[in-house]
């Protein structure tokens, strides 16, 4: 009470010190206020002036940049247009020519064609896509057959445009499709122009109009910068008209300051990153009465320009200066009337200020009163809420170690009690989904209560997430001696259900030094289906084989993000002349300087779902190599990477990236999934694109050669290995391969023989007729690298 009378007084006291020097410190500061009051407004005045005048300026050069921009933008439909219409009339005009020519003369009509109009791209084809004439590389066998496939289906109108990326740029071409009267066949023919050679056009009559066209004021211009590299040449001078001199010419041609020239470039790389503003780019002085200027920059990103707008300023000044006159003379009015004012309002304060002070002083009587009852209700409160937040808190912490259905602790009290045991045992319901499913999961939720209270009474018990529950001992062998207890006890135990039938119980156990050793001595005894209980030892099969698994896994994580995975080639020669003629792209990789075949890696990596990656990096590496060479190639896939909708898109955009169709061969095995309607589309596709397919192995199962030929786009078979390496020893697998070749020719298929080791069988299937052999006989897989 004593305190809070004291500092009401002390408050008081405050107050009117405060009072008397605000009074005291106004007299001193009044003029100097007065003053600096004076000189703020008249710069505001000023600064309020120049901005308006510049706000106008940077309003006029901005419309007419914008203007610029839709001068551009109405220009490029019509030359667009008027381009797109030349093209649908010259395929008009070819294809009525074309259609009462002989064959013989296309070419030459279309190399005359081609060489009076230079600015179009021409080409023709039969409707196989089989080049009759083509002025334009990239124009190649795959796009004609793409374009000639979706125009015969409808996907593209003839004579309507269509587009295609090239190195040289985005290509518009148009064409159809016209039946010759001289021998009734028909023909593809197009007409393109790629889109550069249009804009350049546009171009020109861009800079021609800003070249030519005066400014709305005598004192501004606009110029073009076209941005080539900023951070060499910065750009080069496109349109200049106060300076023609600089038209062509770069940027760091015109200035030398390295200080301006870096200054130059940020400026660009804002107006690239913000698409227009008011920048002060260059600031050189170009020999004209006038130097300060605004600059208003817009980026037009399809030609690479920076549009620049510039007016000069310098007339502003002169505005300024009358303005600084009259707002003196305004000003001196003012100060005597502030000077008043100011003289009232401190007497006002005064009276004001003594009045609060009273009015505080009960304020704070009140409020002390009312701050000692609301302190000893608080108190009773926190009193209660400690009370609650406790029994909350055990409410939780039992919650979080307690498994609801049976009571038991769970797997978090097991965790957290594992530092006082040695050795652990998991027990494991057997085929207790199967029960769940059958009886229904309250009979389920039953099983479970009957096995916590069975085990409970053996030992202490924790219940684990779904069917499993623990035991803990600091002796292995009562450990053992408890875990064989309750195996029997439950077995023994018949719980009724109720149709009065009766559920048969049964357990599994594993027993560690701690919970994942414990769950490989489970997953032991479940896969062994002869024991009930194991216990972990560092010699049990499943051990290595989780070892081994986790070594591949690490060994191929690094060869993937390394990429060391290494194609080997096996060439394929033709059985007259042994002359190689294609190859088999085979998988490897390389760790620690070893070459790994398959067999080592292949289902772990399945596994694992590494193989992807690793089959994605074979494919790039077999591409690109085969993109620059002239042998055809092929490599292995299957059902389990063609049925992965991923990896189907990755093939396709690598077949495209390299254009590898005609040179590819997919060989595939015989397999269940292939009959899958959507996969067969997709390896139909594929064959469109000239892709080749070959079965692989065929001879080692059922196979229905039959079935393949008609339902797959299969053109090549290779026999079986095992029927190839020991023929000349063995009657039957003669007669087989025999049957096999003869049935292969009735379908006009080529065969592969596999496994060639020596002269005499290269020679016994030659006569046969087997066109192509492989094997050890002609080489070993080699590194792709050595080709």
Same mark, same amino acid.
């Not at 209660?384 to 406790?390: A, F, R, S, T």
């Not at 059958?438 to 916590?452: A, E, H, P, Q």
């Given at each position: 009470m004593r305190g809070a009378e004291l500092f009401k007084k002390k408050i008081i006291k405050i107050n009117f010190f405060s009072i008397f020097s605000v009074i005291i410190l106004f007299a001193i500061l009044s003029f100097s206020i007065v003053y600096l009051i004076v000189q703020a407004s008249l710069q505001r005045d000023i600064e309020y002036t120049k901005n308006e005048y510049i706000n106008t300026k940077k309003t006029i050069i901005k419309n007419q940049v914008d203007n610029l921009i839709n001068y551009i933008n109405e220009i490029s439909i019509r030359e667009n247009q008027k381009y797109l219409y030349k093209l649908q009339e010259s395929v008009s005009f070819l294809t009525n020519i074309l259609k009462k020519e002989s064959p013989k003369n296309f070419e030459y009509i279309l190399k005359q064609f081609a060489k009076k109009h230079p600015e179009f791209i021409v080409a023709m084809s039969d409707l196989d896509g089989n080049k009759i004439y083509a002025n334009f590389k990239e124009y190649n066998k795959t796009k004609r057959k793409q374009f000639i496939n979706e125009m015969q289906k409808g996907l593209i109108k003839s004579d309507n445009y269509f587009t295609f990326k090239t190195s040289k740029g985005l290509l518009y071409i148009t064409g159809t499709i016209f039946t010759n009267k001289n021998n009734n066949k028909q023909y593809f023919v197009t007409n393109a122009i790629l889109k550069s050679a249009i804009d350049n056009s546009i171009k020109r009559a861009v800079i021609n109009m800003v070249d030519n066209a005066r400014f709305v004021f005598n004192n501004g211009y606009v110029a073009i910068i076209e941005i080539i590299n900023i951070d060499k040449d910065l750009g080069k001078f496109v349109a200049m008209p106060i300076r023609p001199d600089w038209e062509g010419k770069y940027i760091n041609e015109l200035i030398k300051n390295p200080v301006q020239l870096k200054h130059i470039r940020k400026c660009l790389m804002m107006l690239r990153e913000k698409g227009e503003g008011f920048f002060d780019c260059f600031n050189e002085n170009l020999n004209t009465q006038f130097d300060k200027k605004i600059s208003f920059l817009k980026y037009y990103e399809p030609f690479n320009w920076a549009l620049i707008g510039n007016i000069y300023i310098n007339e502003v000044n002169n505005l300024i200066a009358k303005k600084q006159k009259q707002i003196k003379k305004e000003l001196q009015s003012i100060f005597f009337l502030y000077i008043v004012i100011s003289l009232v309002f401190l007497v006002i304060v005064y009276f004001l200020t003594k009045y609060e002070n009273n009015l505080l002083s009960s304020i704070i009587d +009140?409020? &002390?009163?009312?701050?000692?009852? *609301?302190? +000893? +209700?608080?108190?009773?409160?926190?009193?209660?809420?400690? *009370? &609650?937040?406790?029994? *909350?808190?055990?409410?939780?912490?039992?919650?979080?170690?307690?498994?609801?259905?049976? #009571?038991?602790?769970?797997? &978090?009290?097991?965790?957290?009690?594992?530092?006082?045991?040695?050795?652990?045992?998991?027990?494991?319901?057997?085929?207790?989904? &199967?029960?769940?499913?059958?009886? #229904?999961?309250?009979? #389920?939720?039953?099983?479970?209560?009957?096995?916590?209270?069975?085990?409970s009474e053996i030992s202490d018990t924790y219940k684990l997430p779904a069917d499993e529950f623990a035991f803990v001992e600091n002796d292995i062998e009562m450990l053992e001696e408890k875990v064989k207890k309750a195996i029997k006890k439950i077995e023994s135990h018949k719980l009724i259900v109720d149709d009065g039938s009766e559920v048969e119980i049964s357990i599994s156990a594993g027993i560690g030094k701690n919970l994942i050793e414990a769950e490989m001595a489970l997953k032991l005894v479940k896969s062994d289906k002869t024991i009930k209980m194991a216990v972990y030892n560092d010699n049990l099969p499943i051990v290595k084989e989780f070892e081994n698994n986790i070594k591949w896994k690490n060994i191929l994580k690094k060869v993937i993000k390394e990429k060391r995975v290494i194609p080997y080639i096996h060439p394929i020669v033709n059985s007259d002349t042994f002359e190689i003629k294609k190859y088999e792209c085979l998988m490897r990789i390389e760790h620690e300087g070893k070459i790994y075949t398959p067999e080592n890696f292949l289902e772990i990596s399945k596994k694992t779902g590494q193989y992807f990656d690793l089959q994605k990096i074979m494919i790039e590496k077999c591409f690109e190599k085969f993109s620059k060479l002239d042998y055809k190639f092929s490599i292995n896939l299957s059902a389990f990477e063609l049925s992965n909708e991923q990896f189907r898109k990755f093939l396709i955009d690598k077949i495209d990236e390299y254009n590898i169709a005609e040179k590819l061969i997919i060989e595939i095995l015989e397999d269940e999934e292939l009959h899958n309607e959507e996969l067969m589309g997709y390896l139909i596709f594929l064959h469109n694109l000239d892709v080749q397919f070959a079965i692989d192995d065929f001879g080692s199962g059922h196979s229905n050669l039959a079935y393949l030929v008609t339902k797959l786009p299969v053109s090549i078979l290779k026999i079986d290995g095992s029927l190839i390496r020991n023929i000349e020893n063995n009657a039957n697998n003669y007669k087989l391969v025999k049957a096999l070749t003869n049935m292969a020719k009735i379908f006009n298929l080529s065969v592969v023989a596999e496994y060639v080791e020596n002269e005499k069988i290269a020679e016994m299937l030659k006569e046969l007729g087997i066109e192509y052999l492989q094997g050890y006989f002609f080489s070993k897989p080699i590194n792709l690298n050595e080709l």
């Open positions: +009140k409020y &002390e009163n009312k701050i000692q009852a *609301k302190n +000893k +209700k608080l108190q009773t409160l926190n009193d209660n809420l400690q *009370k &609650e937040v406790d029994r *909350k808190t055990n409410e939780l912490i039992q919650h979080f170690l307690v498994d609801p259905l049976t #009571g038991l602790p769970n797997r &978090e009290k097991l965790i957290s009690d594992m530092k006082n045991y040695k050795y652990v045992a998991i027990l494991n319901i057997d085929y207790f989904k &199967e029960i769940n499913d059958f009886y #229904g999961m309250d009979i #389920g939720d039953d099983v479970l209560k009957t096995v916590s209270s069975i085990l």
